[in-house]
């Protein structure tokens, strides 16, 4: 008999539907074969189960079905269909994650002071039943949105510059803003204050990228990489953050790198030589200043917004010596 409240009552809460189904039994019944069912699971980020084992919902058989259906279609093929399964198991999984901690977060300072139990935790979870339609819809809606800005990015990218973005290839620029002295603050700051203070970088920066009309490719607690597809949006960028944390006594100052040239973009990420370039300028920026490379320094639009020094050349980890631009904004240029 399943224990009230127990791992399984709380899996099949969550999944809308009692575990009745074995691996066979799914494949079975959506008609995909095993070997590459075994694929999409493990792209999802899920081990195999036990053959025996009956670990899989009617949602499951659905899910297949429906991937062997758009398998039909002319545009698609099975490793194009992995790959967008992996994008969603690793987007989905940090989405899941975050908001996990954002439960136990609110449970932590309930009015009641009761202290958090596993009952008290798998309530709450129970609890997400009530509002996983409010959230399916916002996710829905979110992804077309985000979907809507991709698609009018790579536009931009083919209209401003040759490159071919079925390759994956665009001109952009790359930034990297990074907290100063973050480990050595890390150690003095308890989880829950670290937590916030993470928050807060986060937050604020995703703010002033989104602002700019950029995107942000992924954080890593004290630094985010972003990108913009306009060379002037990604100094901008780079300068309203580092100014965001020039003003604000509180908070560390942070450095900014940015770069600005061919990138590579797959499942979300970037890749080439300017991340490394950008990656390795902020490294070796100043607190609260932003560095630049001479792609960018050319790409950006002359009439006096922007006040760009160069400095001496120095050698950047496997990328030899490079000239580093200091980037600021022009006397009474505003922002």
């Given amino acids: 008999m399943t224990d009230?409240?127990?791992p399984l009552d709380i899996e099949e809460t969550l999944l809308g539907g009692p575990l009745r189904y074995t691996r066979k039994d799914v494949e079975a019944l959506s008609g995909v074969p095993d070997a590459y069912a075994r694929r999409i699971w493990q792209a999802l980020g899920f081990p195999i189960p036990p053959d025996e084992e009956a670990a899989?919902?009617?949602?499951?058989?659905t899910a297949l079905r429906e991937i062997n259906e758009v398998l039909g279609h002319d545009l698609?093929?099975?490793?194009?269909?992995?790959?967008?399964?992996?994008?969603?198991?690793?987007?989905?999984?940090?989405?899941?994650?975050?908001?996990?901690?954002?439960?136990?977060?609110?449970?932590?300072?309930?009015?009641?002071?009761?202290?958090?139990?596993?009952?008290?935790?798998?309530a709450a979870l129970a609890a997400t039943e009530e509002l996983r339609p409010a959230f399916e819809r916002l996710l829905?809606?979110?992804?077309?949105?985000?979907?809507?800005?991709?698609?009018?990015?790579?536009?931009?990218?083919?209209?401003?510059?040759p490159s071919d973005p079925r390759a994956g290839l665009a001109h952009l620029a790359?930034?990297?803003?990074?907290?100063?002295?973050?480990?050595?603050?890390?150690?003095?700051?308890?989880?829950?204050?670290?937590?916030?203070?993470?928050?807060r970088?986060?937050?604020?920066?995703?703010?002033?990228?989104?602002?700019?009309?950029?995107?942000?490719?992924?954080?890593?607690?004290?630094?985010?990489?972003?990108?913009?597809?306009?060379?002037?949006?990604?100094?901008?960028?780079g300068l309203r953050i580092a100014e965001r944390f020039n003003e604000d006594a509180g908070f560390p100052k942070v450095r900014v790198g940015l770069a600005y040239g061919e990138v590579i973009q797959r499942l979300g990420d970037v890749?080439?030589?300017?991340?490394?370039?950008?990656a390795r300028l902020t490294a070796t920026a100043y607190p609260g200043t932003v560095l630049i490379d001479g792609g960018l320094a050319s790409a950006l639009p002359d009439g006096g917004r922007?006040?760009?020094?160069?400095?001496?050349?120095?050698?950047?980890?496997?990328l030899g010596r490079v000239r580093p631009r200091l980037l600021r904004r022009a006397s009474g240029g505003g922002r």
């Fill in 4 to 6: 009230p409240g127990g």
């Fill in 56 to 61: 899989f919902t009617d949602g499951d058989v």
């Fill in 76 to 122: 698609v093929d099975e490793e194009t269909v992995l790959q967008l399964v992996r994008a969603v198991g690793q987007t989905m999984g940090r989405l899941a994650s975050w908001l996990g901690d954002v439960w136990l977060q609110r449970l932590s300072v309930l009015p009641s002071g009761e202290p958090l139990t596993p009952d008290l935790v798998t």
């Fill in 140 to 161: 829905l809606h979110g992804w077309r949105r985000q979907l809507t800005a991709a698609g009018m990015r790579a536009a931009a990218v083919t209209a401003a510059a």
């Fill in 174 to 199: 790359v930034g990297f803003a990074d907290v100063v002295s973050f480990t050595r603050l890390s150690r003095s700051l308890d989880a829950d204050a670290l937590a916030a203070f993470v928050e």
């Fill in 201 to 237: 970088f986060e937050s604020a920066a995703t703010e002033i990228v989104a602002d700019a009309g950029g995107r942000v490719v992924k954080t890593l607690g004290d630094e985010i990489l972003f990108i913009t597809t306009d060379p002037a949006a990604g100094a901008e960028t």
């Fill in 271 to 278: 890749f080439g030589t300017p991340v490394n370039l950008a």
């Fill in 306 to 318: 922007y006040d760009i020094s160069a400095l001496r050349p120095r050698p950047l980890q496997g």
